[in-house]
């Protein structure tokens, strides 16, 4: 059909090499106002300890300096080809109606989000009084006066193929089509459009499908935003893995990790297409992620951040969670904040907990941390009370179990402990021999295992240390 429509064009030749010939030149034009910016070295940091069997604890490299450079020229490309489209004529194309995402109290109780829902009808009008600010007069003394007393209006975000106008909520629905169209499953998504000019947050949840505690950080912290004192917008996804969260496990229907998947492949494994889907209908949208997660399963985390302390800007991003330890990790490929860092969106993991439960003390640790960044970034503005400044553990280790039998546990998440301190014991239940468990360094207990059976070799105490960084 498209060979038929070109055949039948009547548009003379010489017209249509005219438009093709201006329509290169300006091309090459904007090619060449792109450039990389060079950035100093980092300075190294020491190496995170890895459990195999631990998610999300890996060894940790230097930052390559060509990686964040490529990254922020695809950043700030994305931009000058929309203007450019943007700036292109549109005669001769059919008007388009707008999909105008309903406005609706969060709070409130409300059906499941449709993917396609019926558009409302909206005044051609409507997007510029909402969007334009008052013009001030033409005079220098009153200019300052107008962008120090008044916000700068927002504008309408676009995502998921709706329009949310400026001092609205909504759910949508984001569906990564991967299953047979009359039993596909949508995720909703949730989204605060402020009434001003700000960054956009994104959060997700329950990218392993076990991990409730970041549902419910999700959950209360976007039912709390106010669209009409926020600035910018906030995009929240509390379940990430819907299958997995269903079957009550943090893999995908096919066993793999979703976690390991990021940015994904348009035409790759179940996990790869979930993942790509993600990424591009809502992950670029953001200028920061926060990704929450838990401890694996029968494992513990304290509330801490994992952060690539080797990259500038997300290291300056960590300093608005308020007393949320920070835990060096540069990451590895396939995790969504490393694909997220690679994309140029400053982006951390939030770990809180673990697995299959609900934990109150966590989940308000969670809350309060997005609730400071986002006062910290100027997104809300509430009279906050910043406690202590918590440490950053450039290094950490595993101590593990030397003998089999069951684990009992002598300390607590966030003890600091010194070497040699017992941390638990195993106990046999045949020979009913005790063996202790011992620090091998002075630190504090970031993570552990729960009281269970467990194996020789088995990673039962994650501890904490922090180390000089080489070059300071």
């Known amino acids: 059909m498209l060979f038929q429509r070109h055949h039948n064009r009547t548009t003379p030749t010489w017209f249509a090499y005219l438009v093709l010939s201006m329509t290169s030149v300006g091309a090459v034009a904007d090619s060449q106002n792109s450039k990389a910016d060079s950035e100093p070295p980092a300075p190294l940091v020491a190496q995170l300890a890895e459990d195999e069997s631990v998610e999300d604890v890996v060894q940790s490299e230097p930052r390559h300096d060509t990686k964040k450079a490529s990254s922020k020229t695809k950043k700030t490309a994305e931009p000058d080809t929309t203007k450019k489209a943007d700036a292109e004529p549109t005669a001769t194309k059919p008007k388009q109606p707008r999909k105008i995402a309903p406005n609706v109290d969060l709070k409130e109780v409300a059906p499941m989000p449709e993917p396609e829902p019926e558009p409302e009808p909206a005044p051609e009008n409507a997007a510029t009084d909402s969007t334009e600010p008052p013009v001030p007069a033409p005079t220098e003394e009153i200019e300052p006066e107008v962008t120090e ?52 947050l994104c959060l997700t949840g329950a990218v392993h499908g076990d991990e409730l505690n970041g549902i419910e950080i999700v959950r209360r912290a976007m039912y709390d935003l106010d ?48 993942a790509h889907s993600l990424f591009n209908s809502v992950i670029r949208h953001c200028d920061m992620l ?154 504090r207990v970031i993570g552990m295992a729960v009281d269970q059976v467990v194996m020789a070799g088995f990673a039962a105490y994650h501890i904490g240390t922090e180390a000089e960084v080489p070059g300071e």
Do not use: C
């Open 149 to 200: 007393a008044e916000p700068i209006p927002s504008e309408t975000f676009a995502i998921l193929g709706k329009e949310v106008l400026p001092g609205t909520s909504t759910r949508l629905a984001w569906s990564p089509n991967i299953q047979i169209a009359g039993l596909s499953q949508i995720t909703p998504v949730l989204v605060v459009n402020g009434a001003h000019a700000g960054p956009t």
């Open 227 to 274: 669209p009409a004192k926020l600035s910018g917008q906030v995009v929240g996804v509390p379940i990430v893995n819907l299958t997995g969260f269903q079957q009550g496990t943090r893999y995908l229907p096919d066993r793999r990790d979703l976690n390991r998947y990021f940015p994904g492949r348009a035409d790759g494994t179940l996990a790869d297409r979930i």
């Open 290 to 443: 926060v990704d929450i997660h838990t401890g694996s399963l029968k494992r513990t985390n304290l509330p801490q951040l994992r952060a690539d302390m080797n990259d500038p800007e997300v290291a300056e991003f960590t300093k608005g969670f308020d007393r949320m330890a920070v835990v060096h990790s540069s990451g590895s490929g396939g995790m969504l904040r490393t694909a997220a860092v690679n994309a140029g969106i400053r982006a951390v993991t939030l770990e809180a907990g673990e697995s299959l439960r609900i934990q109150e003390h966590q989940i308000k640790a969670g809350v309060n941390s997005l609730n400071s960044l986002m006062e910290k970034h100027g997104m809300i503005s509430r009279m906050f009370v910043w406690g202590d400044p918590q440490p950053v553990y450039y290094d950490s280790l595993w101590i593990r179990a030397q003998h089999g039998g069951i684990l009992f546990s002598e300390v607590a998440l966030g003890d600091r402990i010194s070497e040699g301190d017992i941390l638990g014991y195993v106990s046999d239940p045949i020979t009913n021999e005790q063996y202790p468990i011992r620090s091998d360094a002075n630190g």
